[in-house]
């Protein structure tokens, strides 16, 4: 997730959510974080449509799920707490698709084959979660009786007629 995604979540700048992650680097190693390069930024603002005129002057930090995790500690509020909460549920949502998801793991692996060397930790932490599924839990079911015709597809015959 990107910083300026995190802040809006979190309910602070951008620029306050950076300054409290150089304020404790040592707790934000590259497999937890690290900042986009020109070129991806680039191709980031041409996906997302971001004005040329407006945006950020530096460039965007990237976190993984352990980064995410590590930003509650330094974000110490209780909204960061609770959107912390939600985004580690969200990550492990994301874990059980990807585990059920062949084609999505083999489509992750070919990417990752055509990917830079900065991007490694991220496919490492998702191989990492395929690895682990968890439970499925059985979804619930309710079926129809579909022995006797309903009144709306007798009518349907009757005005065929």
């Known amino acids: ?17 950076k300054r409290q992650v150089r304020r404790n680097v040592s707790r934000f190693p ?10 991806e930024y680039q191709i980031l603002r041409s996906q997302i449509g971001t004005s040329s005129w407006g945006g950020s002057r530096y460039l965007p930090f990237a976190f993984t799920e352990q980064g ?26 994301l874990r059980e698709v990807l585990s059920s998801h062949e ?7 070919a990417v990752e084959k055509r990917s830079e060397a900065r991007f490694q930790a991220v496919f490492e932490t ?10 499925l839990k059985k979804a619930i079911e309710f079926h129809a009786k579909t022995d006797a015709p309903t009144k709306l597809a007798k009518s349907h015959k009757s005005q065929r007629k």
Request: no cysteine; net charge neutral.
């Open 1 to 17: 997730m990107l910083d300026f995604d995190l802040a809006e979540l979190y309910g602070v700048e951008t620029k306050q959510l």
């Open 126 to 135: 998702i191989r990492q979660m395929l690895e682990t599924p968890a439970p």
């Open 30 to 39: 590259e497999d937890f974080m690290f900042q986009l390069t020109p070129e």
């Open 103 to 109: 084609e999505l793991r083999r489509k992750i692996d």
């Open 68 to 93: 995410v995790a590590m930003l509650s500690s330094v974000l110490r509020s209780s909204r960061a707490v609770r959107v912390n909460v939600a985004i580690m549920r969200t990550f492990l949502r």
